[in-house]
């Protein structure tokens, strides 16, 4: 089953920025469009592909619009599919850590993030190393640039309008960038600085 899924995860990721129609999936890995579907929305639950439902007088259809900084990962071989957002990183508590008053405390999805704040000066700071990444992105290799462009985007997004998975999302978008550029000095130690405001720490 993990096989297949991986063979999937690869054909989304091999579509770039085209998106592509579970049916699609199952013509060219000649798999049925049943199995496919299914396997759609295990990646989706587990958070490696982005997809578009649609209902049908069949049931659900889909169309993979992307593969998340996790799914990445994965095809990295720097995580494995049992590592899903829907189960093992979604029971960790994180702690955000800073010097100030504590602002609020974030619930959400079984995750716990005990914020600190110190006014709107942690918020500026943290943005401040997101930009700075922005730039940094053109030192990395191209070929990892568009996904360290998309896994960015994603944690300024949660960042500014946090959601319920925000702590996932941000960890599974830090990881992914230290993945691809922890060879490039400069990047990796932004990653580093960012991912330490949330108490997030780097194998190695």
Sequence with gaps: MQEIQRQILELVHASGEVSIEDETVSERLKIALEEVRFYLSELQ???FV????????????YIATGVTPRGFMVLQKKLKLEDRADSKLSLNTFHIRNEGNTGAQLFGDRNVANVTQNNRSDMNEILQLVDTLKQL?????????????????????????????????????????????KDTASFANAVTALAQRFGIHFPG
């Design 137 to 181: 992105v053109e030192t990395i290799p191209s070929s990892n640039r568009e996904v360290a462009i998309d896994s960015l985007s994603l944690v300024e997004e949660e960042i500014i309008n946090p959601t319920a998975k925000m702590l996932v999302i941000v960890k599974t978008g830090l990881f992914a960038l230290w993945s691809i550029g």
């Design 45 to 47: 639950s587990g958070g």
């Design 50 to 61: 982005e997809l578009h439902t649609s209902r049908t007088y069949e049931g659900d259809s």
